[in-house]
């Protein structure tokens, strides 16, 4: 398996990645990501409403 390995994996990968990423990335990342509407022009946080006053 060793030796097989390195010749399989080259071929694999590139197939793999580019059939497994586009159906799996839109249903992780959403979970992690907020959704766009809730902050439609600031995506984060600004820094005076993270650092509290006196720092």
């Known amino acids: 398996l060793s ?5 399989f994996l080259p071929s694999f990968l590139p ?3 580019s059939f497994f990423l ?3 990335l ?3 990342f959403p979970s992690f990501l907020p959704p766009p509407s ?8 600004s ?8 720092i």
Do not use: I, K, W, Y
Request: charge should be neutral; charged fraction near 0%; avoid cysteine.
């Open 26 to 28: 839109p249903s992780f």
């Open 3 to 7: 030796f097989f390995l390195p010749s």
């Open 47 to 54: 820094p005076s409403a993270v650092v509290p006053p006196g």
């Open 15 to 17: 197939s793999f990645l």
């Open 38 to 45: 809730l902050h439609p022009s600031q995506p984060f946080p």
């Open 22 to 24: 586009p159906s799996f």
